[in-house]
């Protein structure tokens, strides 16, 4: 060793932040701004590009410039194809890079290829939202059993409840890698409050949604397992609705799958009291999420932002990874059958007493703190362990 290399500072412990879409980002941008804030540790950035527009809104609300960007997202593509660009696209990052640890979020195609590349280099694994389950490998699909999967080769597991530690501790996973720190979405949700008093997109400013004289419905629905006929039936279940309430007026930010576009044009278009509009920013959207009188949606997130908000949520799936919101009743499952449908919502139109005290239930999954505790834990264990990596 010449005496300029014992003399050289060491590098201090790196960990990479990795996601692909636009829900991860939200969920991890506040977890960047939390681990930049503890002294010592080194943050990377590294961007798939699942979803190129949506996610690049989100990276520009919260400031965050990628250090790497892959930009896997192909038009069409299976999820075998995806799966095989994300592999070797990882290994060449973690071959330069070295990182000392990635934290991934949820269920995405690639949190899992990118937990499965840092296991073949020996990196440690943070799961951010660990433990969800519908013990139903194909609903949600993929999103189930990358769920499973991550499971398996993490090495932290941050769980947004106790319900999904408890899932955890079932599966085996010592009690010592579970800490349960609440969900990052209400963190993101809590910082941009404030940004979110106004429409920044035209389209929606030009529907003049702020005066309250109608009752909004708003809607989002994308899931692979409701394409088709499932999807069909629930919009015009929701077509009904609209109709049947002279007083409701339905926003619709419709998914780019090609899919959700053909069935929405399809069964809700046109209409005078329905607005389908592009895709929104994240912005854009909190402001819709707090004007709607009700929400009919088969996001995962919104399950989770929606009670900090006091807004009702119903389900457009058979099943819900997040049952902390329907044991709270802020939530209800009614999956795509037209009859569930309409029978909630009618029971949240037409009667202010429940509709009042769904408003005014606690959100389960958080306080807005979750993204500090991640950081916290994952500087704490690098520095204890000398920033080595698991053998």
Request: aromatic letters at 6%; proline letters at 8%; one cysteine or more.
């Given at each position: 060793?010449?005496?300029?290399?014992?003399?050289?500072?060491?590098r201090?412990?790196?960990?990479?932040?990795?996601f692909?879409?636009r829900?991860?980002?939200?969920?991890?941008?506040?977890?960047?701004a939390?681990?930049?804030?503890?002294?010592?540790?080194r943050?990377?950035?590294?961007?798939?590009?699942?979803?190129?527009?949506?996610l690049?809104?989100?990276?520009?609300?919260?400031?965050?410039?990628?250090d790497?960007?892959?930009?896997?997202?192909?038009?069409?593509?299976?999820?075998?194809?995806?799966?095989?660009?994300?592999?070797?696209a990882?290994?060449?990052?973690?071959r330069?890079?070295?990182?000392?640890?990635?934290?991934?979020?949820?269920?995405?195609?690639?949190?899992?290829?990118?937990?499965?590349?840092?296991?073949?280099?020996?990196?440690?694994?943070?799961?951010?939202?660990?433990?969800?389950?519908?013990?139903?490998?194909?609903?949600?699909?993929?999103?189930?059993?990358?769920?499973?999967?991550?499971?398996?080769?993490?090495?932290?597991?941050?769980?947004?409840?106790?319900?999904?530690?408890?899932?955890l501790?079932?599966?085996?996973?010592?009690?010592?890698?579970?800490?349960?720190?609440?969900n990052t979405?209400?963190?993101?949700?809590?910082?941009?409050?404030?940004?979110?008093?106004?429409f920044?997109?035209?389209?929606l400013?030009?529907?003049?949604?702020?005066?309250?004289?109608?009752?909004?419905?708003?809607?989002?629905?994308?899931?692979?397992?409701?394409?088709?006929?499932?999807?069909?039936?629930?919009?015009?279940?929701?077509?009904?609705?609209?109709?049947?309430?002279?007083?409701t007026?339905?926003?619709?930010?419709?998914?780019?799958?090609?899919?959700?576009?053909?069935?929405?044009?399809?069964?809700?278009g046109p209409?005078?009291?329905?607005?389908?509009?592009?895709?929104?920013?994240?912005?854009?959207?909190?402001r819709?999420?707090?004007?709607?009188?009700?929400?009919?949606?088969?996001?995962?997130?919104?399950?989770?932002?929606?009670?900090?908000?006091?807004?009702?949520?119903?389900?457009?799936?058979?099943t819900?990874?997040?049952?902390?919101?329907?044991?709270?009743?802020?939530?209800?499952?009614?999956?795509?059958?037209?009859?569930?449908?309409t029978?909630?919502?009618?029971?949240?139109?037409?009667?202010?007493?429940?509709?009042?005290?769904?408003?005014?239930?606690?959100?389960?999954f958080?306080?807005?703190?979750?993204?500090?505790?991640?950081?916290r834990?994952?500087?704490?264990?690098?520095?204890?362990?000398?920033?080595?990596?698991?053998?």
């Amino acid at each position: 060793m010449s005496p300029d290399q014992s003399h050289a500072p060491a590098r201090p412990p790196t960990v990479a932040v990795v996601f692909g879409t636009r829900p991860e980002a939200i969920k991890l941008c506040p977890v960047v701004a939390a681990l930049r804030d503890q002294p010592g540790l080194r943050v990377r950035v590294w961007v798939t590009g699942q979803h190129r527009e949506m996610l690049q809104q989100v990276l520009d609300i919260f400031g965050v410039t990628p250090d790497a960007d892959l930009a896997v997202m192909q038009p069409g593509q299976t999820l075998s194809e995806l799966t095989a660009r994300l592999l070797p696209a990882l290994d060449r990052l973690f071959r330069d890079e070295t990182p000392d640890a990635v934290l991934v979020q949820g269920d995405t195609t690639t949190t899992f290829v990118t937990s499965l590349v840092a296991f073949y280099h020996q990196v440690r694994v943070g799961h951010v939202e660990a433990g969800l389950r519908t013990a139903r490998r194909y609903n949600p699909f993929p999103e189930e059993l990358n769920r499973r999967l991550t499971t398996r080769l993490a090495d932290w597991h941050f769980a947004p409840t106790r319900w999904a530690a408890d899932n955890l501790a079932r599966e085996g996973v010592p009690a010592e890698d579970v800490h349960t720190v609440g969900n990052t979405v209400v963190d993101a949700l809590l910082q941009l409050r404030e940004q979110a008093r106004e429409f920044r997109a035209a389209a929606l400013r030009d529907l003049d949604l702020e005066g309250g004289r109608e009752r909004l419905l708003l809607l989002t629905t994308h899931r692979r397992e409701s394409f088709g006929a499932p999807m069909r039936a629930s919009l015009g279940a929701i077509r009904a609705l609209v109709e049947r309430y002279p007083d409701t007026r339905l926003v619709f930010p419709v998914h780019l799958n090609p899919r959700v576009r053909e069935a929405t044009d399809e069964v809700l278009g046109p209409h005078p009291r329905i607005h389908l509009v592009e895709p929104l920013g994240y912005l854009d959207f909190l402001r819709l999420m707090s004007l709607a009188h009700l929400i009919l949606t088969d996001s995962g997130g919104i399950q989770e932002e929606a009670p900090t908000l006091g807004k009702p949520v119903l389900v457009l799936r058979e099943t819900t990874e997040r049952p902390e919101a329907v044991e709270a009743g802020t939530a209800v499952l009614v999956g795509t059958d037209p009859a569930r449908i309409t029978a909630e919502a009618r029971r949240l139109l037409e009667d202010p007493e429940e509709y009042a005290r769904r408003s005014r239930l606690a959100n389960p999954f958080g306080d807005g703190r979750s993204s500090g505790r991640i950081a916290r834990i994952v500087a704490a264990a690098l520095r204890g362990a000398g920033h080595q990596p698991t053998p």
